[in-house]
Structures are given as structure tokens and as C-alpha cells.
């Protein structure tokens, strides 16, 4: 992979290795991979097996009369959109929640399509883990040596798609769940080959895998137990165990203060004129705040000091750090509204000018000159792609020269925006980092943006 697409990920997944692991915090994970790779019926699996399933879902997954689990219909537990349950897909991101022994557990189970890539993005983006599946069954080179292909390890478009989006997104961690083995012929030497392109594919994009466990979903088979007997050669722990050691992403709060105002609470009956009668309502994208804190709203310029800072249930508080929901009181009234921001004096200087990792999810393609709304906290601005540096090629992973990129493609883009927004590179903050692009005409989302490089 090009520096400019791997760098911010390698500085990432450093500062995370050297962060005291936190497994007491529910681990937010995913599933992602291609279609139909048994993302869905992986999940239901977990929950079933961990016994997180109540009565009335049992009944889904159960043969009528019988009682005994129909595991073929594992996949229900988690498809809730009557579309999903007619088309046997996944459409849109469902979250479930569950326990085991060891921890809690905040399962996103993202769609296999191309055509909904923006919602595993967006799954993406919150996750502390993905889990990328991988069909054995799909890859007939695996275990077969003179079969055709045998040399190349060429490895589903959307397993790579999605391996390289959650790598650049700052996922933490990456597991490879190689599934359907055991409806292959040779298992052991299959899972082997699978481990070796994936391996192979991984250290090509500067990508660390946390493991790779074979698994058969279907049967249950390393999902919340291992096998002892050693299938397919593997010794490690199962699934869900695995997970259950996982450090949860730690929060941004070293950085320079910034707050995004959401909503603004208003007091106008308050005779109380010593302070704002006003709270402001947000979530600290970074950063800490306490009060007596100086902080300068942008894009005004005015500063102000903090005279209160109230949690989620409107308790004062001696201060509060990234990523907590906050209500600030300020000594004096200025005129705010959302979409503005809260900054540390001096720390974070607004720009218009930046590089960025683009992946296009609109259907209509990228063209360079075009005007978009730029979103980055709760701030509207226009924005125009004035160059596109590059392409990625997903399946070489090469650099290559490009006028537009069309819907999934991943590029390297210049952004011009029409008025300043607080940024940060991604690499060094996820919230202050990223925004998205949304289409003026239709109003669909069209790109995810990660920042790269700010302009001087």
C-alpha cells in the first residue's frame, strides 16, 4: 500500500500497542466480509450459544413441533428488516447486545454488498474489532494444489474491500474468521492456504491481524468453544473467548479540547445575569475540560470562560474528558448556535485546505470541480474536490492515476472547503479527522473522508 494510505494506520495501531489494555468496557465489534460469507448466522451462533437469546427469537430458529434448533435459520437472529428475511441478506447494520462469563458485547453485523458498503463504514467507525469473514467454500484453489489459480491467493474483492476500510478507519483490531470448513473436502490444508493469502494480502497493506481462526458457524465449531481435537491444524483459543481479551479503543482525550455544540438549552426566565443562561449541549470530540477552562468559539473568535460543566444527567462535575456527553455554562452570553464549535485557546487552528483518504460510496461517480456539503461534527460547509491524487487498487494495492472514482473505490483526494473547520489528521484523532460528503442535489451520503494532511 502507498505511504499515504498506510502511515496514519501504522502510527495508529503503535500508540494503541502501547495503551494499558481496557477489558472491563463492552467491546463493540462487527462482522463484515462478502456476500453471504455467514456474517449473520456467525452472530446468531454467538448469541444462541451464549445463551443471549430470548423465548420469543428462540421460536425463529427452532423446528416447529420439535424444539431442536433449525441452525440453518441462525441467520434470523440478527436479519430484522422484512427485506433481509425475503432476499436472505443483509441490508442495513443491526446492533445486538449481549453478556458472556468474562464481559459485554455490542455485536454489529455489516451487509456483504457493495451496494451497502456506506452502512459498514459506518459500522466500522465505532468498532473496536472487525471480524472478516472468509468462505472457504468460495476460494477453490484452497486446499487444492493443482487447481487453477492455485499461485495467485486471490481473495474475494469485498474481503479485501472491507479488511482495507477497517484498517484505514483505526479499527484496533482485525480477526480473520475463516468459515465453512467444514464443508470442504481437505479442511486442514484449506485453512492453511487461507492463512497464507491472508497473511500474504495483510503484510502487503501494513495490516496486523489479531488471528485467524477456522470456524464453521453452522456448526458452532470455534465460535464460543475451540475444538480440542486440533481441526484444521489450529490450537488457539475460540471465537469468543478470543474476543473476550480484546482492549476496547482508548478515547481521544490527550488532545487539544474541542467540542462540537449540538443543542443549546435555553434559560431566558433565569435572573441570574452573573453567568450565561444558557447550556450548551454536546459531545467532547477531544480533549478535557474543567472549570475556569478558557476556551474560543469558532468561527466567531470570541473567548470565554467555563463557570460549569454538567454531565449526561445534569450534574456539575469537576470536569470531563473525550468521548463524554457534556452540558458547558460559560460566564457570559455570546451568540452560539449548533454547528459552532468550542476550542482550547491557541491549540487547533481551523483550515480550509486538506488531503484526504476518500472511499466513494455514491453511485454516481467522483468528479474533481464538483461542490458537496462537507459534515464534520454538526457543521455544514461547502466543499470541492479540487484533485484526485490517486487511486487504490484494491486487488494489487498499487497507486494508479485517476479522473474519477467510481461508487466503493478507495482514492487519495485534495479538499477545498468554503469556510474553516477544526481538523486533525485521523491518524491522530478520529472524531476531529473524519467527516463525510453528502450530494447537494439528492442529499445521499457520498464519501467518507479521512483526513490525511492539512495544508499549511
Known amino acids: 500500500m502507498s505511504t499515504s494510505l498506510q502511515s496514519p494506520l501504522a502510527a495508529a495501531s503503535t500508540s494503541t500497542a502501547q495503551t494499558a489494555p481496557d477489558t472491563a468496557a463492552a467491546l463493540r465489534f462487527i462482522t463484515c466480509g462478502s456476500v453471504d460469507d455467514g456474517k449473520s448466522t456467525l452472530i446468531g451462533r454467538l448469541l444462541l450459544d451464549s445463551r443471549a437469546v430470548l423465548q420469543d427469537q428462540l421460536r425463529n430458529v427452532t423446528h416447529q413441533g420439535s424444539g431442536q434448533i433449525n441452525a440453518a435459520e441462525l441467520s434470523r437472529l440478527t436479519d430484522g428488516l422484512q427485506a433481509e428475511r425475503e432476499q436472505g441478506i443483509t441490508i442495513d447494520v443491526a446492533w445486538r447486545y449481549f453478556t458472556s462469563a468474562a464481559r459485554k458485547f455490542i455485536i454489529g453485523d455489516a451487509p ?4 451497502y458498503t456506506r452502512n459498514m463504514v459506518t459500522a466500522a467507525s465505532q468498532a473496536d474489532c472487525a471480524v472478516v469473514l472468509v468462505d472457504a467454500t468460495k476460494l477453490p484453489w484452497a ?9 495467485s491467493h486471490a481473495l474475494l474483492p469485498q474481503t479485501r474491500r472491507h479488511t482495507l476500510l477497517a484498517h484505514l478507519l483505526r479499527v484496533p483490531h482485525i480477526v480473520f474468521a475463516v468459515n465453512k470448513l467444514d464443508a470442504v473436502a481437505h479442511d486442514a490444508a484449506a485453512f492453511a492456504d487461507i492463512s497464507a493469502a491472508l497473511q500474504a494480502f495483510c503484510a502487503q497493506a501494513g495490516i496486523t491481524p489479531r ?11 470455534n465460535v464460543v468453544d475451540a475444538r480440542t481435537d486440533g481441526w484444521c491444524g489450529y490450537q488457539g483459543p475460540g471465537l469468543l473467548p478470543l474476543l ?16 462540537p455544540v449540538q443543542w443549546i438549552e435555553k434559560h431566558a426566565s433565569s435572573a441570574d445575569i452573573s453567568q450565561a443562561r444558557r447550556i450548551l449541549w454536546g459531545r467532547i470530540a477531544s480533549g478535557r475540560l ?13 473567548e470565554a470562560t467555563v463557570l460549569r460543566v454538567l454531565d449526561h444527567v445534569r450534574r456539575d462535575t469537576t470536569g470531563l474528558a473525550s468521548p463524554a456527553s457534556a ?31 476518500l ?16 459534515l464534520a461534527g454538526h457543521s455544514w460547509v461547502k466543499a470541492r474536490v479540487t484533485e484526485i491524487t490517486h487511486q487504490l487498487d484494491i486487488h494489487t494495492l498499487e497507486r494508479q492515476p485517476a479522473g474519477e472514482l467510481d461508487a466503493n473505490a478507495i482514492g487519495r483526494v485534495r479538499i477545498q472547503l468554503q469556510a474553516p473547520l477544526p481538523l486533525l489528521p485521523y491518524r491522530e484523532n478520529r472524531r476531529l479527522g473524519s467527516l463525510i460528503l453528502v450530494d447537494m442535489a439528492s442529499n445521499a451520503t457520498a464519501a467518507a473522508a479521512l483526513v490525511d494532511h492539512i495544508a499549511p
Do not use: C, K, N
Open 327 to 357: 452540558g458547558i455554562v460559560l460566564d457570559r452570553e455570546l451568540d452560539i448556535s449548533r454547528g459552532d464549535w468550542l476550542l482550547q485557546p491557541g491549540a487547533l487552528t481551523p483550515t480550509t485546505t486538506f488531503e484526504a483518504t
Open 112 to 115: 456483504g454488498h457493495e451496494q
Open 290 to 302: 474543567a472549570p475556569q477552562d478558557r476556551v474560543t468559539l469558532h468561527p466567531s473568535g470570541q
Open 244 to 259: 473476550e481479551t480484546l482492549p476496547v479503543t482508548p478515547a481521544d482525550t490527550e488532545g487539544p479540547f474541542a467540542f
Open 211 to 221: 488471528a485467524i481462526v477456522p470456524v464453521s458457524a453452522l456448526m458452532g465449531w
Open 143 to 151: 486446499g487444492q494444489p493443482d487447481a487453477a489459480g492455485a499461485d
Open 359 to 374: 472511499a466513494w460510496l455514491d453511485t454516481t461517480p467522483l468528479l474533481p470541480g464538483r461542490t458537496y456539503w462537507a
